[in-house]
């Protein structure tokens, strides 16, 4: 059984080496001595949230704190082609779904999208609780799935926001059901004919639309600024559905697992 994994900041394990110690401190601590209620002698894992992870023995624990003794300490690069799912505001939590359960099956940024047909709407001051709350949703999904690396949650978009985001992506996909092509064909046809080159630049972009589906006018904008539509199965998925779904047919066919 994997470790469980928790928290700290960028930077912070940076000095370690194994045989140091290291005292997580915090709400990550108080979770693992309190909730968890880890003891002396387990294992478990620190990820900076960057990629880095810390292996090591719990030595000691108190209220708020626990030192644990690094037994190896190890960079994981982020994956050469990075997913980024753009999942449209939805109502119910299904946008908030999506983004959790595509974050527990590798995604590696999500950028929230504001178009025409979502409901919810995000305004000032709701805008960035509703930001952060995501960023919370990512986080204790990715600590779930023993990530080292944290998803980002990039800043909403608008139409046009999302319309240079995919001008500036190496491929953005859209997922209708009017498409021809399967996202399989797409993805293989993107791989086949990509330049080598470096390839950690490189990130594909899974659009996702709202319960109300994605207007024709976007689908018209965004195939404009580069975007390409693909039909994802034989069978439409709810919003909170499609990005994960995506997410795992993506990560096979990239090579990604």
Do not use: Y
């Not at 994997?2 to 045989?19: E, H, M, R, W």
């Not at 753009?86 to 983004?99: H, N, S, T």
């Not at 404009?224 to 034989?234: C, E, I, R, S």
């Amino acid at each position: 059984m994997s470790n469980p994994v928790f928290f700290t900041a960028p930077g912070t394990l940076d000095q370690q080496a194994p045989g140091s110690a290291f005292v997580l401190e915090g709400a990550e601590a108080r979770h693992a001595v309190t909730v968890k209620r880890l003891a002396v002698g387990e294992a478990v894992d620190i990820a900076d949230g960057a990629g880095k992870r810390l292996t090591g023995t719990v030595t000691a624990v108190a209220p708020g704190e626990m030192t644990v003794e690094c037994r190896e300490l190890a960079n994981e690069p982020q994956p050469g082609i990075r997913l980024v799912l753009v999942q449209a505001l939805a109502k119910g939590d299904r946008d908030e779904l999506a983004a959790e359960t595509a974050t527990e099956l590798g995604i590696d940024a999500v950028i929230p999208w504001q178009a025409e047909r979502s409901i919810v709407r995000w305004k000032a001051e709701r805008a960035a609780k509703a930001h952060a709350k995501w960023q919370s949703v990512v986080t204790a999904a990715a600590k779930q799935a023993r990530r080292a690396w944290i998803p980002e949650v990039r800043a909403a978009v608008d139409g046009a926001g999302l319309q240079a985001a995919v001008a500036a992506a190496d491929l953005a996909v859209i997922l209708h059901e009017d498409a021809v092509r399967p996202l399989r064909q797409v993805l293989e046809s993107w791989l086949e004919s990509a330049v080598p080159g470096d390839e950690a630049s490189r990130e594909v972009l899974l659009i996702v639309g709202p319960e109300g589906g994605i207007s024709p006018r976007e689908v018209t904008r965004l195939c404009d600024a580069g975007a390409v539509t693909a039909l994802l199965g034989h069978h439409v998925l709810r919003s909170s559905t499609a990005g994960p779904a995506a997410t795992v047919l993506a990560s096979d066919i990239l090579g990604r697992w």
